[in-house]
């Protein structure tokens, strides 16, 4: 494995796996993994709405639960075993940015379709993976756009209140960011202009199982967003949000925030102006903008990224070629390091930077997850200390992480080493 294939599986990837060989040409490799992903495979929108018909009917229902658990489980199998990590970890990074967390409990059945869905949108324009998010019932109820009522509709007239937490969020989070210099009558109206977007209640109400426009919640009449017009109606809102996904303040802002994940916490000023001419120049093609990221050169410095703990416990877990059967490690390792799946503590997301994953109790419990499962490798006998020192480090490991390997007393403390060196850390 050379230097630069090292870092396509680590830097790009999920971590290497000892039955894929490292790639010869590691470029076309990544480039390989550019390509619209279909959708898999997973619950329904209706196989949803009947759990949540049933589990109003009996809070002790399973159904909600069992949807979960397939869909995690799916995740989990997906991460360890796949053989485009590049592609999987980009379809992470975009569910990331656009978070939705069962931290608001309702969303619980929808996170798994959820991720598939903006998996599949995620090599294709960002205006349509924003449009995807923002009809998609988990983030309509994430962040209570099914609440929000034009104060001049029908509806509106009976009571019910505009909510801003979907605008907001797009502007300061998803879209152009403060840097734009948006002000709260932006917000306001962002709100307005998306008043009526909503998610159906199912079959049960007459309704679809996905989005649904209601007309008599929204604001009539034109808004202004950022010095734009935009008209009423289900149309308006659509040709909002692709505004603020073609915004040159979002070019830059995602820029920055791909730059951080990829490269750095401190990605440099060319670099950014390269993967900004990039998002620019194919008006938010990701594929694109996926292309020019590989390209980039600063892609080819030493890793200086820490893991958190989601990548390492995948990168852990493929380096010891583990498969299906320990998806429900995976899950329960993510909660035991702080970081459970789809469950970010905040609209903003998992944060990439390395003081979020270098405080003493994430890497001890990082060190204690690691002894026992090396002492199940080596009670195994199916784990050899160097191989996986090759798997997993390859021509980044130290002299002095394989010298101590070496000498260690055992193979248990030999496997211990290798899960626990400053460069098993590193992305």
């Not at 993994?33 to 929108?45: I, K, R």
């Not at 670099?271 to 620019?280: D, F, K, P, T, V």
């Amino acid at each position: 494995m050379t230097p630069l294939a090292a870092h396509a599986a680590i830097r790009f990837g999920l971590g290497a796996r000892p039955e894929a060989p490292a790639p010869a040409d590691p470029s076309a490799w990544l480039a390989g993994q550019v390509a619209p992903l279909a959708e898999l495979p997973g619950p329904s929108l209706n196989d949803i709405q009947l759990a949540l018909r049933a589990q109003r009917r009996d809070i002790r229902h399973p159904g909600v639960g069992d949807i979960f658990r397939v869909e995690s489980t799916a995740w989990a199998t997906r991460m360890i075993a796949t053989r485009i990590p590049f592609a999987e970890r980009w379809a992470n990074f975009w569910t990331n940015h656009l978070t939705v967390s069962r931290r608001a409990f309702q969303t619980t059945p929808w996170l798994g379709h959820y991720q598939r869905a903006i998996r599949a949108k995620c090599f294709g324009r960002f205006e349509d993976l924003l449009l995807a998010a923002y009809r998609h019932p988990a983030m309509l109820g994430y962040l209570d756009q099914t609440n929000s009522t034009g104060p001049a509709s029908p509806v509106g007239r009976r009571g019910r209140g505009l909510n801003e937490n979907l605008a907001r969020e797009c502007l300061e989070l998803h879209t152009v960011t403060p840097a734009a210099r948006y002000g709260q009558p932006d917000v306001a109206a962002l709100a307005r202009i998306l008043t009526g977007w909503s998610s159906g209640r199912g079959e049960q109400f007459s309704e679809v199982d996905g989005f649904l426009f209601r007309a008599d919640a929204h604001e009539p009449g034109a808004k202004r967003l950022l010095g734009e017009s935009f008209p009423e109606g289900e149309e308006g809102g659509a040709e909002a949000l692709r505004f603020l996904a073609n915004h040159p303040s979002t070019a830059r802002a995602l820029a920055l925030k791909l730059g951080r994940h990829f490269i750095s916490d401190t990605p440099s000023r060319a670099s950014l102006s390269w993967i900004e001419g990039a998002w620019r120049d194919s008006r938010g093609d990701l594929a694109a903008v996926a292309r020019a990221l590989i390209a980039d050169p600063e892609t080819q410095t030493p890793l200086r990224k820490l893991r958190s703990g989601q990548d390492y416990v995948i990168a852990v877990l493929r380096a010891l070629g583990q498969g299906a059967e320990s998806a429900p490690m995976l899950l329960a390792t993510l909660n035991r390091l702080n970081q459970p799946l789809w469950n970010a503590p905040a609209a903003d997301g998992w944060s990439d930077a390395a003081a979020e994953w270098a405080a003493p109790e994430q890497l001890m419990r990082r060190l204690e997850w690691a002894t026992e499962l090396a002492g199940r490798a080596a009670a195994a006998g199916a784990t050899e200390p160097e191989a996986l020192a090759a798997t997993m480090l390859g021509p980044l490991a130290r002299a002095e992480t394989m010298n101590v390997m070496r000498r260690s007393g055992s193979a248990r403390d030999a496997i211990v080493v290798v899960l626990a060196s400053p460069e098993a850390q590193r992305r």
